[in-house]
């Protein structure tokens, strides 16, 4: 691991014990309907890419088997106690998403919510998740990204400025692009909020 993402980790592991409780308000008014919609696709085996917190544990249909990765130990501890607190089975793993530690053509589905916006490599995050599904496998995503509204797209260039040195967080990614790019299959997309939202159902070649 690079001097850069140990200092992300430990970002990260600072900010575990109060996110929840400085996110409620956006969570409630944003990201929690698109938690329902990512997870309410899910099937089979499936892996959370930047569990964080467990937010999401609690939108999985019981038949989904969720195994949950993130590279700060603090956000894995609070993403137990959130499994605890929902009675939801989980297996839970440190681990870089850029370099997952699991054979290929492993899961049924891979999962990731807010959370590509702040990988260094959005790229090899996304090929490592289609390395890891079976093929006909499932991607599914939601994030904030660059906006649709072009006066709200230039304000996001500018706080990026700020954000990506500071907490490595970019507003100006949008993963649709990339995984078209790499040839993956779209089967729906949703943008909301002048677009700065997006959900995305992609599916791995057969």
Known sequence: M??????????WDRQAATYDSRLAAAERRYLADSRRWVCGRARGTTLEIAIGTGANLRY????????????SPAMLRAAHRQATQV????TLHQADASALPFPAATFDTVVSTFSLCCVPDERA????????LRPGGHLLLADHV??????LRALQH????????????????????????????????????MGAFERVHARKPR
């Open 60 to 71: 999985y249909p019981d038949a989904v088997d969720v195994t949950g990765i993130d590279w």
């Open 2 to 11: 690079t001097r850069s993402s140990r200092a992300l980790v430990g970002y």
């Open 158 to 193: 500018a706080v990026d400025l700020v954000s990506v040195p500071l907490q490595g967080e970019h507003y100006t990614r949008r993963p649709v692009t990339t995984l078209r790019r790499l040839g993956v299959t779209i089967e729906e997309t949703e943008r909301l909020t």
């Open 87 to 90: 009675h939801r089975a989980v």
């Open 125 to 132: 995050t996304l090929i490592e998740a289609l390395r890891v």
């Open 146 to 151: 660059a906006a649709s509204f072009w006066p």
